[in-house]
């Protein structure tokens, strides 16, 4: 199962996207985690993102979509994929689109979580990370997912904050670019459901209210995955 997975920053899409890894038992795919793991391990790659993540910026397309095309070449992507992340612009959802077709490769799903502005910014602001696993979620603001005093509540490992997401100014860029219909995020979301309306609803379209809880987002994700 080839599957994209839309949502703004903080609308829990990380948390869902490990419920869609579960059941496709398929990779999960996070650009922001590959360039986070790439800085902190200071490679070349990390080196020349470090700057744009901090500022709230894409990455540029040069960059990043070479860097995701060949991580779906990878062996544990033959039977599948759960890309986060990416596409978020216009023309990288192009470039996968053309990348795909070349390949012969269909893409199944495309989910996106929609959740107002505001209540995304506030819930990047709470979001704390396992220092052990980047798939248990913690934030402060959330009661389903409050960290245990200053531990994941999970595994009990330490957490830390990401420094882009104590800075206001970059979520406001990241939203920008999100919310953006002409060429962002948002763009690419548009792209797929012109493509799913000419292509009699495949790839599928799956849409999420994220305003309720985890749980309940969770439960609606699982009932339209089917
Ligand atoms: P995220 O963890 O998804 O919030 O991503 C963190 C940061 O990584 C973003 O603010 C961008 O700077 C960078 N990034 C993640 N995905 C992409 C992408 N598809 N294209 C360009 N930059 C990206």
């Known amino acids: ?122 819930r990047i602001m709470g979001r704390r990370l396992c220092v052990n696993d980047n798939n248990h979620p913690n934030n402060i603001f959330i009661d389903a997912i409050k960290p245990n005093g200053d531990k994941c509540r999970v595994c009990g490992g330490d957490l830390k904050t990401r420094s882009d997401d104590q800075d206001e100014k970059a979520i406001d860029k990241r939203h920008n670019i999100y919310y953006d219909t002409e060429t962002g995020t948002m763009a690419a979301i548009n792209y797929y459901k012109n493509l799913s309306n000419k292509n009699g609803g495949e790839p599928k379209l799956i849409e999420l209210d994220g305003r309720p809880g985890v749980k309940e987002v969770s439960t609606d994700l699982i009932a339209k995955l089917g």
């Open 1 to 122: 199962m080839n599957i994209l997975f839309f949502g703004p920053n903080g609308s829990g899409k990380g948390t869902q996207g490990a419920i869609v890894k579960e059941k496709f038992n398929i990779p999960h795919i996070e650009t922001g985690v590959i360039f986070r793991d790439n800085i902190s391990r200071g490679t070349e790659l990390g080196k020349k993102a470090k700057g744009y993540i901090d500022r709230g910026e894409l990455v540029p397309d040069d960059i990043t979509i070479p860097m995701i095309l060949d991580r779906l070449k990878e062996n544990d992507c033959r039977d599948g994929w759960l890309l986060d992340g990416f596409p978020r612009n216009l023309t990288q959802a192009e470039e996968l689109d053309k990348a795909l077709d070349k390949e012969g490769i269909p893409l199944h799903i495309v989910i996106e979580i929609i959740l107002d502005r505001q209540i995304a910014k506030n």
